[in-house]
């Protein structure tokens, strides 16, 4: 049988790991289709979704803003944020408000985050710097606070920061919602019956994962930069879960907010509606 190569994308971190764990070492059988694991950072796989690069990519929900031409939300994959989501850090006590046209270090301007965070701090100083250097960036003087993604929101404590915001309590709090974070989305002009097979594999996958957590965790731990099992667990829970499974109408509520509220104060340059493949 002739393959066909689909490219996944998505960020070199235990959750990610652990959804597409079954297509990684190959726990499915996926018919014509080869997938081939792109691992980059978050931001990266944002940017290289604006040129449309790879088939299947993970995105932060403010990156889709710029590529529903291009893309289409998978009903599958999310990375959504129960009342926590990434969080504002310094090395002192701070009002986050008085952070208010400060330097702070973000992990990318098109992550879900920094568009949360203008929602919250209209106006500060956005330091640009990889995920993983936004700790250095308020050792070494760069910035005065850092915005937090990944496994930093637990591990933050052991640098010596001290957490000043979660933006996604902020969020719930202001609107009973979940906090989107990341998708998963698959090029449009694959056609919708590829789209619509690549994401039966995509949906097996997490499902598998699920149903086999030890066995995907200990595959997805080597891409948790040191943190033990007990923590990466922790984190896998978090953004790995019946949410992750499927897109339910709290989480669709929540992701409308989301760009409606972007739009509303010019984060955004457009207003979104999300469009979604059918699960």
């Keep these: 049988m002739e393959t066909r190569l689909i490219r996944v994308g998505h960020s070199p971190d235990p959750d990610d790991a652990f959804m597409f764990y079954a297509l990684a070492k190959e726990r499915l059988y996926t018919g014509e289709?080869?997938?081939?694991?792109?691992?980059?950072?978050?931001?990266?796989?944002?940017?290289?979704?604006?040129?449309?690069?790879?088939?299947?990519?993970?995105?932060s929900v403010h990156a889709y803003t710029y590529v529903t031409d291009r893309y289409i939300l998978l009903p599958h994959g999310a990375s959504i944020g129960r009342n926590y989501g990434p969080i504002l850090v310094a090395k002192r006590p701070l009002d986050p408000a008085e952070l208010r046209g400060r330097r702070i270090?973000?992990?990318?301007?098109?992550?879900?985050?920094?568009?949360?965070?203008?929602?919250?701090?209209?106006?500060?100083?956005?330091?640009?710097?990889?995920?993983?250097?936004?700790?250095?960036?308020?050792?070494?003087?760069?910035?005065?606070?850092?915005?937090?993604?990944?496994?930093?929101?637990?591990?933050?404590?052991?640098?010596?920061?001290?957490?000043?915001?979660?933006?996604?309590?902020?969020?719930?709090?202001?609107?009973?919602?979940?906090?989107?974070?990341?998708?998963n989305a698959i090029r449009k002009d694959l056609g919708e019956s590829c789209c619509l097979e690549v994401s039966r594999?995509?949906?097996?996958?997490?499902?598998?994962?699920?149903?086999?957590?030890?066995?995907?965790?200990?595959?997805?731990?080597?891409?948790?930069?040191?943190?033990?099992?007990?923590?990466?667990?922790?984190?896998?829970?978090?953004?790995?879960?019946?949410?992750?499974?499927?897109?339910?109408?709290?989480?669709?509520?929540?992701?409308?907010?989301l760009l409606n509220a972007a739009w509303e104060q010019g984060v955004i340059t457009k207003p979104i509606c999300p469009e979604f493949l059918p699960a």
């Design 201 to 257: 594999y995509l949906q097996a996958s997490i499902d598998y994962g699920l149903a086999h957590r030890q066995e995907a965790l200990q595959y997805a731990i080597q891409f948790g930069r040191g943190m033990e099992e007990a923590l990466a667990d922790r984190f896998v829970g978090m953004y790995v879960n019946d949410d992750t499974r499927s897109w339910n109408q709290e989480s669709k509520q929540g992701l409308e907010r």
């Design 33 to 59: 289709f080869r997938f081939q694991h792109i691992l980059e950072a978050i931001e990266v796989l944002n940017s290289w979704a604006i040129e449309g690069r790879l088939e299947v990519t993970a995105l």
């Design 105 to 183: 270090a973000i992990p990318g301007r098109l992550t879900t985050a920094s568009l949360v965070l203008r929602l919250y701090l209209d106006e500060f100083q956005a330091v640009e710097v990889p995920f993983e250097r936004v700790f250095d960036a308020v050792n070494n003087g760069e910035a005065d606070a850092a915005l937090v993604i990944h496994e930093g929101q637990l591990t933050f404590e052991a640098g010596g920061f001290i957490k000043l915001l979660d933006l996604g309590a902020w969020w719930y709090e202001k609107t009973a919602l979940p906090l989107p974070l990341g998708a």
